[in-house]
C-alpha cells in the first residue's frame, strides 16, 4: 500500500510576495497574486493511523449533532476535523459527518431545508469520488435522496426541468427548445442551442468573520458572470472544477485590504498548491521539456498542469473582477482572486507593448465579473490578517455551483 508524502520545497522569490514590500505600491513595487508550489512524491509504507486531533474532532462533531447544534459540528470538522484528514478515508469520515450535521439543520431551519439538504447530498457526492466502494455512504446518499423526493426536493442545483412540482426558468427553456425541436427540426433547434455559455453564471457560498463585528461569522453568497467568449480556457477550467465539487471547503488564504482577496487552492488551501482541472499541452507553463519533447498529459504530472494566459482578451482589472492567479507566465490553475470596490490593479492587465515574461512584469486573466454580493467582496477585503496576508479567522468558500 502507499500514500502521498508531500515535500515541501523552497523557491526564489518571483514565487511570493515578500512581507517587506506589502505596504509599496506601483510603480515603485506591483503586487500580484502569486502561486507558490510544493511538490511530492509517493513512498511506500503503511497507511498512517487516524489522528488523535481527527478522531477527537469527529468525535465532538457527533455530539453537537446529536444535541442538535448542527452549526457548532460543521465549525468542528471545516476547520480542526478537515486539516487534519490524511487520508480518502479520513477526509470521507470528514465529509459524511457533515452531510448528517446539514441534514439536522435542514430539519431545525425548515425555511432552508432545501438548501441545506442539497449541500448534505452534494456532501455525499463528493465523499463517493474519493471512496466510490464505500457502501455506507452509498446506502446513506440514497436514504437521503428518498427524503428529499418525499418533500419534492431536488437532488442539486444544476439542470433540472421541475422543482416542487413547477417548472423552473431552465425548465421553461427546455420545454419550449422541444418544441421547436419537434416543429422545426433538428437542424433548427441545433442552431438555438450552440450558445449556453453566453452570460453562464456561478454562485460561490462563503463564511467570513465580519470586520466590524468579531463575534459574527457572515453567510453569503457571490454570483459571478462568465466571459467565455474572451477567457473560454478558464472559464471551461473554472466550471469543471466547480462542477466536480473541488472549491468546495476551500479557503480564500490570502486577503489584502484594498488589494484583492484570492482563493481557489484545492490542493493545499494555504496558496502552495492548485492544478488545472484538465489539460491544456502546459505542463507548469512549458510546452516543452528539458529535450525539446512537447509535453503530454501522460508525460506531465497532474499537479503541473496549467492553463496557458488569456489575458490579451481586453478585460481589465476593475472592481468585481474575478482573474486567475499563478506562479509566472502560462502557470494559471486553480487559484483565483476577486478585486472589491476600493481596488483597480491596472498593474496586472496586460496592455499592448508590454512584456508578461519580463522580470517585474505580471499578467493576468480576467474571466469573470461578480453581478451580485460585492458587499461581501469587500467585507472580505477587510478581515483581519496575519503573517503571509493569511486572515486570523478562516474567510472560507463552503461550496460552488452554476446559478
Known sequence: MQFTLIMVHYFPQKWAISPKNLNKSPPEYEESPSVAVFKGGVVGGPMPPMPSELKEALDQAQELIESGKPDDALEILRTTGWKAAQTNSQKVSVTSLASEAMITKGDLDMGNRKKHWQRAYKNYQQALKLESSNKDIRRSMNKLASMMDEQSISLGKGFQIFDDGNPTPTGLVAISVAIIIFLVGFKY?????????????????????????????????????????????????FLYLIDNSRYDYTTFHRVIDGFMVQGGDIEMMNGAGGYSGQWYGYCNGQTLDSTGTPHTSESCRVEDWSVPGEHENGLKHIPGALAAAHAGLNTDGSQFYIVPSDSTPDWLDWNPGKDCAAQGQSCHTVYGMVVS????????????????DKPVHDVRLMTAYRS
Do not use: W
Request: proline share 8%.
Open 189 to 237: 433547434a441545433g442552431a438555438a442551442l450552440e450558445q449556453p455559455l453566453e452570460g453562464a453564471t456561478v454562485t460561490l457560498e462563503v463564511s467570513y468573520i465580519h470586520p466590524d463585528d468579531p463575534n459574527s461569522r457572515i453567510e453569503g453568497e457571490i454570483v459571478i458572470e462568465l466571459y467565455p467568449d474572451e477567457a473560454p480556457k478558464h472559464v471551461e477550467n
Open 373 to 388: 454580493g460585492m458587499e461581501h467582496v469587500d467585507a472580505m477585503s477587510e478581515v483581519e490578517t496575519g503573517s503571509g
